[in-house]
């Protein structure tokens, strides 16, 4: 096969298996999104054995905008943090309703959610999760918070952004974990996250890629199916099978993989993708994010080193 062929023979390392250490944690914030974030946070933490760290932040004004209220601005940031408590003391008990046995600790912090999120990032969390809004019926799906992408740098461990679907909706892949590629970076680290997913969840996983065929070219992001790319597949995945033998996977070939992700994701568990974390790779994050938007659901961003340069450093990363 020649150096130029983009699509990875083989994952470039073997499968992990083991759980990152550390705590899950959580932006709580103020809304619904940060509810339905704290509640997928708990259910997560608790199916790893891991802890969960509940961040909240509260943002006061430095000048209130009414004159009368400057006599009374130190009594109103005491009653600001007297509600955030008690919003915080609620969140150990909504996510102790839902594991009893649960470790959980919280931090209160004064100013905006993103960076009062991204400075409680520590390198040893297992996994950062952020809620999204929805942006109301005509555009149901946002894109993944700033926060998220933030907490990939910052950390270098996977971000999940929450967007929980309508539990009535079905699709190809429902209860599996969805994994997207396009074939531009290294896929060992997100398919160590999705079949570490799927085996916690007793579940399924379907692999989307747009991967060209052989004779194809290009990133892959609009590249027709064509012959070779089951055995190309079967290839890669080979040692994942051998590892998680428990996990039953499906995979296909797509032309265009952000609208096959839209269609796929309907009732999926959880989608994952790749985040490139490089300052370089404008492309790749771009792809991200339409993958994030499309997607239905939970989505987890999984830090990747940036798109490789030339054909050459391809052949090397995918062989080592």
């Known amino acids: 096969m020649p150096t130029s062929d983009p699509r990875p023979t083989r994952a470039a390392r073997r499968p992990v298996r083991d759980e990152p250490r550390g705590p899950v944690v959580v932006s709580l914030g103020g809304s619904r999104a940060g509810r339905r974030a704290l509640e997928w946070a708990a259910g997560e933490a608790a199916v790893r054995g891991s802890a969960l760290r509940i961040v909240h932040t509260i943002a006061l004004p430095l000048f209130p905008a009414d004159p009368w209220q400057w006599a009374f601005a ?6 600001a943090y007297d509600v955030a408590r008690a919003e915080l003391a609620d ?7 839902i594991d009893p046995g649960l470790e959980v600790s919280t931090e209160l912090l004064h100013g905006p959610p993103g960076p009062g999120l991204l400075a409680c990032v520590r390198g040893d969390d297992a996994l950062v999760v952020v809620g999204r809004r929805r942006r109301g019926a005509a555009r149901p799906r946002a894109l993944a918070p700033a926060v998220a992408w933030g907490a990939l740098r910052r950390a270098g461990r996977p971000a999940v952004v929450v967007d929980l679907a309508d539990a009535r909706e079905r699709g190809p892949s429902t209860g599996r974990v969805l994994v997207a590629l396009d074939g531009t970076h290294d ?3 997100v398919l160590d996250v999705a079949f570490r997913a799927a085996a916690r969840r007793g579940a399924g996983l379907t692999l989307l890629h747009a991967w060209p065929s052989r004779a194809g070219g290009g990133t892959g992001t609009g590249a027709s199916p064509g012959a070779g790319s089951d055995e190309h597949v079967d290839a890669l995945l080979g040692a994942y099978r051998d590892a998680f033998a428990g996990v ?8 265009l993989l ?13 989608t994952v993708v790749a985040a490139p974390t490089g300052g370089g790779d404008l492309g790749g994050r771009s792809r991200a994010r339409r993958l994030v938007r499309a997607a239905r659901g939970p989505v987890t961003l999984v830090p990747v080193s940036p798109a490789r340069p030339g054909p050459r450093a391809a052949a090397r990363a995918v062989r080592p």
Request: net charge positive.
């Open 248 to 255: 039953g996977v499906r995979h296909r070939q797509v032309a």
């Open 258 to 270: 952000a609208e096959a992700v839209a269609a796929e994701t309907r009732g999926v568990a959880m």
């Open 187 to 189: 896929p060992s680290p």
């Open 74 to 79: 130190p009594g109103l940031g005491l009653v």
């Open 91 to 97: 969140a150990v008990g909504h996510a102790h309703a």
